[in-house]
Nanobody, 122 residues
Framework: QVQLVESGGGLVQAGGSLRLSCSYS????????VGWFRQAPGKGREFVSA???????YYADSVKGRFTISRDNAKNTVYLQMNSLKPEDTAVYYC????????????????WGQGTQVTVSS
């Protein structure tokens, strides 16, 4: 079935950049939507960004203008370029697949990766 693996997380100073990658199985259809969510300790999983099959992108207000999501279907990979990182961006970031092409609701995502830790220091 569909499998996802996140990578690219790590430690970075405030104002720095990271690029997260979400690699998914070849069986994942291009019609599926791909989203990024994050979860800080003691908090719920919140929407960060998503990209639909047609290329339409969505961003949470908290990351708009700083993060950019892109998709390379040939490589079965979705990227999340994170610039101007802030300490409040610190969280575990999860990649997820929506078979119904959903966007911002985590309830519409059926497959989830294991997450990658992003830590932004002051």
């Amino acid at each position: 079935q569909v499998q996802l693996v996140e990578s690219g997380g790590g430690l970075v100073q405030a104002g720095g950049s990271l690029r997260l990658s979400c690699s998914y199985s070849e069986r994942t259809r291009s019609s599926y939507g791909v989203g990024w969510f994050r979860q800080a300790p003691g908090k719920g999983r919140e929407f960060v960004s998503a990209i639909r099959s047609g290329g339409t992108t969505y961003y949470a207000d908290s990351v708009k203008g700083r993060f950019t999501i892109s998709r390379d279907n040939a490589k079965n990979t979705v990227y999340l370029q994170m610039n101007s990182l802030k300490p409040e961006d610190t969280a575990v970031y999860y990649c997820a697949i929506s078979v119904v092409g959903s966007a911002t609701s985590r309830l519409d995502y059926s497959y989830w990766g294991q997450g990658t830790q992003v830590t932004v220091s002051s």
